[in-house]
């Protein structure tokens, strides 16, 4: 019995070699450094109905002692994913550590493209630069549209002014007033 349990043993072990070798095979992986402002994209070329798992660390390099920092609260990745027909799959932010998964609907090149959400003053913030430069676009559509009402307000005064003056000028010369 021994040697008939080691043989189906050793039968069983080369097909589950042989798929842990086809899954190496397919799987890849990247190692790169992104600068703070950098964005960097690729192009992969994925059959349909594929997921696809991406796993990250982002982390800031001290360059007074020459290392990687742990984990620093604010900082974070931001990953857009498109497909061949340039249709975004995936666009979302994520922490400082993590991973991102999407599953491809049609075969061909998706763009897969990373940059971090940093800047420096973001790290001095706390991350709370993201929120304030948020609201400043929020306040900088606002004052643009007072801007652009206050001027059709201006131009319908100046309108209706003129209208009057000409209305009250043929009233009176009807009138014989003038």
């Known amino acids: 019995v021994a040697g008939v349990w080691a043989g189906r043993r050793r039968a069983m072990g080369l097909p589950a070699l042989l798929l842990l070798a086809l899954c190496a095979a397919s799987a890849r992986g990247l190692y790169f450094h992104i600068g703070e402002t950098e964005k960097r994209c690729f192009i992969e070329e994925i059959p349909d109905e594929t997921m696809v798992i991406g796993n990250y660390r982002t982390q800031m390099w001290d360059k007074q002692k020459e290392v990687f920092l742990p984990s620093t609260p604010g900082l974070g990745m931001h990953v857009e994913v498109k497909d061949p027909e340039g249709k975004v ?29 940093s800047t420096r003053m ?49 009233f009176f010369e009807a009138k014989k007033l003038v």
């Open 89 to 117: 799959v995936l666009s979302r932010q994520y922490g400082s550590e993590g991973r991102f998964t999407f599953t491809s609907h049609t075969p061909g090149d998706h763009q897969i493209c990373l940059h971090s959400n």
């Open 122 to 170: 973001a790290l001095f913030a706390g991350g709370r630069l993201y929120r304030e430069e948020r609201f400043r676009l929020i306040s900088e559509s606002t004052n643009q549209r007072v801007l652009w009402w206050s001027i059709a307000q201006t131009v319908i005064l100046i309108l209706t002014g003129i209208w009057q003056m000409r209305h009250l000028k043929s």
